[in-house]
């Protein structure tokens, strides 16, 4: 039989590195919920030629990184890479591409096929939020205070860095000055990325190759094919975000990665994740819905890599919950009628009742590894008597003598 093992970039997850991810997880849906984002779940599996009209086929993601399937009909299928193009699929599905304003929000797995290294997986949760239907700078900048207010929350030091790419006619100007551009120096480029790069030349903007980078330094900028209303435009978001006191630097060179952004785009860094430094990225994409058969509706948003956070989130992993010990079955049976009331009183507190055969200090040692803030053991006594010693564990320990009524009290 064949060595059972984990996909390689697919790790199990348990112990206290779950407990990071669920943090970040609930932290992200908290702070979404409190600008009144609304969650939605689209299917895990797509059909492949959304994210090849989404995306672009020219990007990394579809180029190399999608893990596709063809079902039993032989329609090609794909694990979905990124949350957006999804959930704009969704909305046209369920026809609520109209012109109300609207928040969303996800958090689940997605799947890219690349070199599994700090910070990057091959099956890894993203969490994001899409505004719909405004095509304000209000929008973009509420996008970025939610962003900022969850990396505050997770207390995770960043920079953010904007750009601003213009509307479709100013894009697609620049494209064409960047081929010609490009076309210069046509020998001095790798053939197969150098016919990339005329599909979307865009795209040399932000390449890590070094020759790239060598030969791009010198191209004119894109703010140099702005319209006066984009020039406004982004005159204006770069005011509203010092009105804010949103502390941000202009990186001309930032396009991101997918084909869908138009206008404002950013990424949230942070230097502990090594070469792979953003941990939040995203923009508007008013054309994107319209381009997939849905209205023309305006959107911006962003996405995050929530395992990426854990890696750099510090966290307490204190339970603050009561370890129910006991030592003997009579005490057990009891200690878990007192756990299902204080549960009940309170469904948000964490009550371990513990059900093996340990003896009291080795049912301390484990309360305390588990990181509980209280215990009460239970014996014979303590069942004729009524009255339990509550221990306190931690720098500050003490023992507070306490009956059933006092402790549901506390705990309510």
């Known amino acids: 039989m064949k060595e059972l093992k984990t996909i390689r970039g697919m790790p199990d997850l348990y112990g206290p590195e779950v407990q990071v991810i669920s943090f970040v ?5 908290k702070v979404f919920r409190s600008f009144n984002f609304k969650e939605f779940r689209t299917p895990i599996l797509e059909n492949k030629s959304l994210f090849e009209r989404s995306v672009g086929d020219t990007s990394d993601i579809i180029q190399k990184e999608m893990y596709e399937l063809q079902d039993r009909k032989g329609e090609s299928l794909c694990l979905r890479p990124e949350g957006t193009a999804g959930l704009v699929r969704a909305l046209i599905t369920n026809g609520l591409d109209d012109l109300e304003i609207k928040k969303y929000f996800y958090i689940g797995p997605m ?5 599994p290294q700090k910070g990057r997986k091959r099956q890894f949760v993203q969490a994001g939020i899409e505004l719909i239907g405004d095509e304000s700078i209000n929008a973009d900048v509420e996008i970025l205070q939610v962003a900022k207010l969850v990396l505050d929350q997770l207390s ?12 479709i006619e100013c894009i697609e100007n620049f494209r064409g000055y960047l081929r010609d551009y490009l076309q210069k120096y046509k020998d001095q480029i790798e053939e197969k990325l150098y016919f990339r790069l005329l599909r979307n030349p865009i795209r040399a903007l932000d390449s890590k190759d070094q020759k790239i980078i060598e030969i791009i330094k010198d191209a004119r900028p894109i703010s140099d094919f702005f319209s006066e209303k984009q020039k406004t435009r982004f005159a204006d978001v770069k005011s509203l975000l010092d009105s804010l006191d949103i502390s941000y630097t202009v990186n001309p060179n930032l396009v991101r990665g997918l084909d869908y952004y138009t206008g404002l785009v950013f990424e949230f860094t942070n230097n502990n994740l090594g070469a792979q430094n953003a ?20 959107a911006t948003g962003f996405a995050l890599g929530v395992d990426r956070l854990a890696e ?6 204190d339970n603050s919950g009561i370890f129910l010990g006991s030592l003997d079955a009579k005490s057990k049976a009891y200690a878990q009628k007192l756990g299902f009331k204080l549960r009940s009183n309170n469904p948000t507190l964490n009550v371990e009742t513990y059900l093996g055969n340990a003896n009291l200090n080795k049912q301390l040692k484990k309360a305390d590894s588990f990181g509980f803030k209280f215990v009460i053991i239970i014996g014979q006594e303590e069942l ?22 006092e402790l549901l009290e506390r705990f309510s």
């Open 25 to 29: 997880e609930k932290t992200c849906e």
């Open 111 to 115: 799947f890219r096929y690349e070199r």
């Open 156 to 167: 995770i030091s960043s920079e953010l860095e904007i750009n601003f790419i213009g509307d």
């Open 279 to 298: 941990i939040l990225g995203g923009g508007r994409y008013d054309n994107l819905i319209a381009d997939l058969g849905g209205n023309k509706i305006p």
């Open 312 to 317: 750099i989130v510090a966290t307490n992993t």
């Open 384 to 405: 004729k008597s009524g009255v339990f010693k509550l221990k306190s564990l931690g720098s500050a320990a003490e023992e507070l003598d306490i009956t059933e009524k």
